[in-house]
């Protein structure tokens, strides 16, 4: 039987319903290896600071009868992903059930905006039993209202809480130092990031069959090192034998993604939402889209016209990349207004709006 696995989870979870709402207990649901844990760390400490509450991370990837107790009987919930047994839990009214989804902003089309009748109607029944979608701009409502079936009222424009982080105080020059010892950089040296998505076309994932780093170090390698942070799909489809001093390092394994958007000057990407956040930072990004048409007609395709849209340079081969840079072939205004598409406050209180929001309104929508 279809979604049977889950259907039991949800069968298991509502046995728990008899036990009363404990009104100071809040679950993050995440995965083992707690992947996309941004957002919801931000949140944590943000309740830490109103009030005596208790945390639990509810890892959903592992059964447990005691933490599906704790789950049914929190106060709070929230997601940064899908949980497909939430559409067969009936929580009780008094919780308050909060997808903080993990990706920033609106680019490429996912969930119900590219997916079949089947895999719409199970998200349909997950947005049932969920109070709140929190997005970052009131723009981008509509298109998350198709990815999750969901209402649009119960979308909140509120802001991406893990973007306070480029708000607070850090010493850009120490992680740096901290980066450029751990793989051997000589710390003079400007960082360009390069980060590829995944394609569901396998030809197009070796990153290497397509940017010729012979002329990219030749061009750029006095003034720049290229940090390779690669999907973790894209690992089968490249060597990674090729010397890190003489030609790039591979940073997939940098624990912070946002450390390393802070101390890189560039960023190469394609068509990942890293470049919403980087975006940001107001610092140069260029569009490295060699296999745009099979992207755009046979994968997913995005919310908007990429090339007039995105907040760089578009280009298709080694050549027109390495010009972009050496010429500094930058849109300032374009970027600025790409950002206000995507965020309505820059500001670094997005947690605290987040938080504000669900302590005053409890679970009720206004």
């Not at 298991?12 to 008899?18: A, D, M, R, S």
């Not at 049932?128 to 997005?135: E, G």
């Not at 701009?137 to 969901?150: G, H, L, T």
């Not at 010892?181 to 980060?195: F, P, R, T, V």
Request: charged fraction near 25%; glycine fraction near 4%; hydrophobic fraction near 35%.
């Amino acid at each position: 039987m279809k979604y049977l696995k889950h259907k039991i989870y949800g069968f298991i979870f509502n046995l728990f319903k008899v036990f009363p709402i404990n009104k100071n207990r809040i679950t993050f649901i995440v995965d083992s290896g707690e992947s996309f844990k941004g957002n919801l760390d931000y949140i944590k400490n943000e309740f830490e600071k109103r009030g005596n509450f208790e945390f639990n991370f509810f890892y959903k990837d592992q059964f447990s009868i005691n933490a599906l107790k704790k789950l049914a009987t929190s106060k709070y919930i929230f997601l940064n992903d899908n949980f497909f047994p939430v559409a067969f839990m009936n929580f009780k009214s008094e919780t308050v059930v909060t997808q903080l989804w993990h990706a920033p902003g609106a680019f490429k089309k996912f969930g119900g905006s590219v997916s079949d009748e089947d895999a719409k109607e199970m998200l349909l029944k997950i947005s049932k039993n969920t109070d709140y979608l929190i997005v970052s701009s009131k723009n981008i409502v509509d298109y998350y209202s198709e990815a999750f079936q969901i209402s649009k009222d119960k979308i909140k424009p509120l802001g991406l809480p893990r973007a306070d982080y480029y708000f607070e105080n850090h010493n850009i020059d120490e992680l740096k130092s901290k980066f450029c010892s751990k793989y051997g950089i000589d710390l003079e040296k400007k960082i360009i990031l390069y980060a590829p998505t995944f394609r569901d076309e396998e030809k197009y994932n070796n990153v290497f069959n397509y940017l010729n780093l012979d002329e990219f170090n030749e061009s750029l390698g006095d003034e720049y090192i290229l940090a390779l942070r690669l999907h973790p799909k894209i690992r089968n489809f490249y060597s990674g034998e090729i010397s890190a001093q003489e030609k790039y390092v591979d940073c997939s394994d940098y624990k912070s993604e946002q450390e390393l958007l802070l101390i890189s000057d560039i960023l190469i990407t394609d068509y990942s939402s890293i470049m919403i956040e980087f975006a940001l930072l107001n610092k140069p990004i260029v569009f490295f889209t060699y296999d745009f048409d099979s992207y755009l007609n046979e994968e997913r395709g995005f919310y908007f016209d990429f090339k007039s849209t995105v907040p760089g340079p578009v280009v298709n081969d080694s050549s027109q990349l390495i010009n972009v840079i050496v010429n500094s072939e930058f849109d300032e205004s374009k970027m600025s207004d790409f950002v206000k598409t995507q965020f309505d406050a820059i500001d670094g209180e997005a947690s605290k709006r987040v938080v504000d929001y669900l302590l005053k309104y409890g679970g009720q929508n206004e």
